[in-house]
C-alpha cells in the first residue's frame, strides 16, 4: 500500500493469513528491527477465526525506507497503521504489537474514536526503561556484511538472547527473516540502517514515562511481560493492571524482551484473550 509522510510517498507492505472477506480482522505489529514475518506462527494459529495482517513497519522487510531518517518515529507508523485498517475497510481491528509494535498499538488504541477494540501489548507499556534503550542503541544501525547465514545467525543469537530458549531451527527462522542478501552473495541486515539516528538523537536522560496515553486507553487489553524483561518492569506491568484500561497481565518465566510468540504456550495466552 501508498501511505504519505512530510517527505513525500512510501510503500509499506503487509502479509496477509485467512479469509480476506473475514470482518474480524487482527493487524500484528513487529518489533524495532524485526519484521512481518515473527508472527507466523500466531497468525497460522488464529488464521480461522481472523483475517490476519502483518505490516513490515517502513524501513523495515519489504517496506520503503523512508527519504527523511527523523520520520522514523511512532507518529509516522500511527499515520501509515491508520492509512492500513483504512485499506483493509474494517471499523475495527484486534491488535497485537510487540515491543515498537506495543506502543504503535498504544498510541493508537489512545486516539479518540480509536480502531483498536482489542489489545495486545508484548512486553512494553507506558514506562520504557533506559538502560534497554541504551543496550538496544548500542547494536541499531549496524550494518554489517555477513558471510554465511551462519554467520549472521550467531549475531541474531548473541543480540536477541533475551527472547529466551529457543531451538536451533527456531534460530535459524529468526535469523532468516531478517536478512537479504547483497549483490556478491554476503547478508545483510533487511532495515535501514538510518533508523539510529532518531532513535540516538532522542535517547532520553532518564525512564520514558507515557502513563497519559495509557490513561486514555478504554479497549480490553493484554500484557505479556517476559519476567526478566529490562524494558517493563514487573512494578509497571502490575501498576497497568490498576490503571487506564486495567490490563490483564501474562507474566512468562525464563524470557526477558521480548517473548517471540513462536511458541504454543505463549500463542494460547494470546488466542485466549483475543477470543474471550
Known amino acids: 500500500m501508498q501511505c504519505a509522510s512530510a517527505a513525500g510517498l512510501h510503500r509499506v507492505a503487509y502479509l496477509e493469513w485467512g479469509e ?15 519484521c512481518a514475518r515473527d508472527f507466523d506462527n500466531l497468525a497460522r494459529a488464529l488464521s480461522e477465526r481472523y483475517r490476519v495482517v502483518c505490516p513490515d513497519v517502513a524501513g523495515r522487510g519489504d517496506s520503503d525506507w523512508l527519504a527523511d531518517p527523523m ?12 492509512t492500513l485498517i483504512a485499506r483493509l475497510d474494517v471499523e475495527q481491528v484486534h491488535w497485537v504489537g ?11 488504541a489512545a486516539q479518540k474514536d480509536s480502531p483498536v477494540a482489542r489489545l495486545v501489548l508484548n512486553d512494553a507499556g507506558p514506562v520504557i526503561a533506559k538502560a534497554a534503550l541504551e543496550r538496544i542503541g548500542a547494536y541499531l544501525g549496524a550494518a554489517p556484511a555477513f558471510p554465511s547465514i551462519e554467520a549472521a545467525e550467531q549475531v541474531v543469537r548473541a543480540t536477541s538472547a533475551p527472547f529466551g530458549p529457543h ?5 535459524r527462522f529468526l535469523t532468516e527473516v531478517v536478512l537479504r542478501q547483497n549483490p556478491d552473495g554476503s547478508y545483510r541486515f533487511h532495515y535501514d540502517p538510518k533508523i539510529a539516528e532518531p532513535y540516538r538523537k532522542q535517547m532520553p536522560e532518564k525512564d520514558v514515562e507515557l502513563w ?16 526478566q524483561s529490562d524494558l517493563l518492569s514487573k512494578a509497571t506491568a502490575e501498576q497497568m493492571t490498576q490503571r487506564g484500561p486495567k490490563a490483564k497481565l501474562a507474566e512468562l518465566p525464563g524470557v526477558g524482551h521480548a517473548p ?11 488466542r485466549e484473550f483475543l477470543l474471550s
Open 167 to 171: 531451538t536451533d531451527a527456531e534460530w
Open 260 to 270: 517471540t510468540l513462536l511458541h504454543e504456550d505463549q500463542i494460547r495466552i494470546v
Open 212 to 227: 497519559p496515553v495509557w490513561d486514555a486507553i478504554r479497549c480490553p487489553t493484554l500484557v505479556i511481560r517476559g519476567a
Open 71 to 82: 520520520l522514523y518515529a511512532v507518529p509516522q507508523y500511527v499515520s501509515d497503521m491508520v
Open 20 to 34: 480476506p472477506a473475514n470482518p474480524r480482522v487482527l493487524v500484528c505489529v513487529h518489533g524495532l528491527t524485526r
Open 98 to 108: 510487540t515491543s515498537m509494535g506495543a506502543l504503535i498499538g498504544m498510541a493508537l
